[in-house]
């Protein structure tokens, strides 16, 4: 697999606003990578700077190798955008705006009505096609929208807040796409985020931003490794641990007994691979082990730790 994002040093001021401030980092190609962050942090700002919709003050970034401040023709045509308000033409049809967007992204004349007619059908569009996209609901033109962004088929899709201000259901089908565009279709998707459960299950790994910079990037495991050295095991048994369970466990290094609680124990772990490690010994140590449930941190609370680190 590929890069399909690369920046170095990225930055990008606003008059006395650093709204993306040295940023590297990179996105491999069919990764769902989430960007997350406060209001403000500098996301949309990102995903202006990597579909060179506005150039970056110092640094650089490439996508699929090109360059956004030498190649950005090309650059554009290798990635579809959902921005963050839909900008479709409130007077023309869901078909007619998905048409003049197919011609300004270049598809060819001869694919055009089908590619509309595919995209319409994919996001369910298709029984309202010919209705001004004006009478549209929110739900309805952000699906559009969408629409929009993958009607040239590219490889690498932007999605600023794709779910935002959708019904559950709705949001729900979103991330169902985003899920198939990824696993299915090979494609490479940035997601720009607010919902921290949503990002949990789509992205393979989150970008954190706090004014303009990235304090943190990884997997959801990663990020909870750096910030927590160990993590909480809940094990039951079927009866009462043997007693010198606690001492062989503390003998193996990045394991510890902290509580028994009848047939309820919690073990400590240095890395979630030591969970299975855990187990056998206590299986050695003659205890009969009935359920294993790891208390993994969530992305909300790594999120939270990582805003709170940055305040202090
Ligand atoms: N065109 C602009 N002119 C002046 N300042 C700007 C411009 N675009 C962005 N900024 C500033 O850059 C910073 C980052 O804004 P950005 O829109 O990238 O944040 P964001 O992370 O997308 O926030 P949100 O979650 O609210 O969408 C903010 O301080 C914003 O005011
Ligand atoms: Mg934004």
Sequence with gaps: MG????????????????????????????????????NGAGKTTMVRLLNALILPTSGSATVFGKSVLQQG????????????????????????????FGRLYGVPEADLKSRVDRTLTWLGLADRADDLAGTFSKGMKQRLALARALLHDPPLLFLDEPTSGLDPSAAREVDTLIAELSRERGRTVLLCTHNLVEAQRLCDRVGVLANGRMIACGSVQELAQRLWSSMAVEIDLLVPPPPDLGEILGAIPGLSMVTV????????????????????????????????????HTLEEIYFALQKEERS
């Design 3 to 38: 890069v399909a994002v690369a920046t170095e040093g990225l930055t990008r001021t606003f008059g006395a606003v650093t709204a993306v401030d040295h940023i590297t980092f990179h996105i491999e190609e069919g990764e769902v990578f989430g960007l997350l962050g406060p």
């Design 73 to 100: 023709d090309s650059v554009r045509s290798m990635t579809g955008v959902l921005t963050e308000s839909p900008n479709l033409y409130e007077r023309l049809s869901a078909r007619r705006n998905l048409t003049f």
């Design 261 to 296: 609680e009848g047939t309820r124990i919690e073990v400590r772990v240095n890395t979630r691979e030591q969970v299975p490690e855990a187990v056998s010994a206590i299986v050695g140590a003659g205890g009969q082990v009935l359920r294993v449930v790891p208390r993994e």
